[in-house]
């Protein structure tokens, strides 16, 4: 990792959540964690489904809050936002990537990488310009046009990944990224990844069921039944298949 990368971007310390039950008890999916991600590095965290990763995840990406404990995202201060400025950090500071795309149906590919841009109050120009780099960056200038109905799988991921890049975040959370691609379209959507980790210093974030997948990643924190059970040094790009 390059000497830049030990800046934390993420200082997560102490994180507890807990679900009310009704009447009863809350539930406590996560239990005391400590978390430190830095700039520029590629981690995976890496968990069976009731592991507690999709809860943690909810927490790095703002957009749920913690029971206890405290949260830095690129030297703020999660915990001391109210609801609007706490939108305002998830728009600016991170890049999001969903299993299912989450694209909007009735708007194109170039349309779908400009709205972080809209919320962020960037100009019209100036959006249209900046998505048509980010299409061509992953590879699909000429799908611009298109809505995600008429994309296939990967090229819906690769729209999706252009528009997590749009506001260039400080991070990029990829939640299972290629759970919904055959494994081949999966390769091409890790690659780009990769890419982006290698050329633009990208910080990421992979939340992952697949020990393969996690093994492409400089470092792997693994969880279960809610806390860090270990921490390992991944293969990074070496390890990646092909």
Do not use: W
Not at 115 to 132: D, E, F, N, S, T
Not at 146 to 154: I, K
Not at 192 to 202: M, S, T, V, Y
């Amino acid at each position: 990792m390059a000497e830049q990368a030990r800046t934390p971007v993420i200082e997560m310390r102490g994180i507890v959540k807990r679900f009310p039950l009704g009447t009863g008890e809350p539930l406590e999916v996560l239990h005391s964690i400590d978390l430190t991600v830095y700039r520029g590095e590629f981690l995976a965290i890496m968990g069976a489904s009731g592991s507690g990763k999709s809860t943690l995840m909810n927490l790095i990406g703002a957009l749920d809050r913690p029971t206890e404990g405290s949260y830095r995202l690129d030297g703020v201060d999660v915990g001391a936002l109210r609801d609007k400025e706490l939108s305002r950090i998830r728009c600016s500071k991170i890049g999001f990537v969903f299993q299912n795309f989450n694209l909007i149906p009735r708007a194109s590919a170039l349309k779908n990488v400009e709205l972080p841009m809209m919320y962020g109050g960037v100009r019209g120009a100036q959006r249209a310009q900046r998505a048509a780099a980010l299409l061509e960056l992953v590879e699909m200038s000429d799908r611009a046009g298109h809505r995600p109905s008429q994309l296939s799988g990967g090229q819906k991921q690769r729209v999706a990944i252009a528009r997590a890049m749009a506001n260039d975040p400080a991070l990029l959370l990829a939640d299972e990224p290629t759970g919904a691609l055959d494994s081949a379209t999966g390769r091409l959507v890790m690659d780009l990844f990769h890419r982006l980790h290698r050329e633009r210093g990208k910080t990421v974030v992979l939340i992952t069921h697949s020990a393969e997948l996690a093994r492409e990643c400089e470092r792997i924190i693994t969880l279960k039944d809610g806390r860090v059970t270990g921490e390992y040094t991944g293969g990074g790009a070496d390890n990646a298949a092909g």
